[in-house]
């Protein structure tokens, strides 16, 4: 019987060869793929290894088993984003309502807290349209400096709190230095 391990990628990590009630690990060259039988010097001798290959190799002994090697599979899937946490943080957020607040794109921040409400109930998220109405929002962001409408752009604590955030619940996006989203 032959015993083969494979990586994830399905490449040959080990190969054992059953000889009598043992099982001997054969000298497999991973670069080279090939197994070199000049390296195999203990009991059972490197002739009963050899025929028990070749005796398998050649069809007559069809007994086999493979392996997966868990601890060299990929990573596992990503994290999927937390909607339900997202929208009860963000909502809470001074920063977030700040912006939202005095930004004169109004629809638009409504439009944004909906929609990701939305997700959070279970509908599928559409990051770049999610992106595109954020980035009206800030755009439209301004301050009252001597009774002028000044444009402005979320703090830098602000950036960092919003940040941690998307961080913390696992959103494909954060925010830049100049508060646009960017998809990840």
């Known amino acids: 019987m032959i015993k083969i391990t494979y990586d ?80 009860k943080t963000i909502i809470l957020n001074a920063g977030f309502r700040r912006i939202c607040n005095q930004s004169s794109a109004k629809i638009e921040a409504q439009v944004l807290v909906s929609n990701c409400a939305d997700i959070a109930m279970g509908a599928s998220p559409d990051y770049q349209f999610l992106k595109a109405v954020w980035d009206v929002i800030v755009d439209n962001l301004n301050v009252i400096v001597d009774s002028l409408n000044v444009p402005a752009k979320p703090t830098s604590v602000e950036i960092k709190d919003l940040n941690e955030i998307c961080d913390r619940t696992f959103m494909q996006f954060n925010i830049d230095s100049e508060g646009h989203m960017q998809l990840r």
């Open 8 to 87: 994830h990628t399905g490449n040959i990590v080990t190969i054992h060869v059953q000889t009598d009630d043992s099982f001997s690990q054969v000298p497999w060259d991973i670069n080279s793929k090939t197994i070199n039988w000049n390296l195999i010097d203990y009991e059972p001798t490197r002739n009963s290894i050899k025929t028990a290959w070749d005796n398998w190799a050649e069809g007559k002994d069809l007994n086999y088993e493979l392996r997966d090697r868990p601890d060299l599979a990929p990573p596992p899937d990503p994290v999927q984003p937390n909607w339900v946490d997202f929208n």
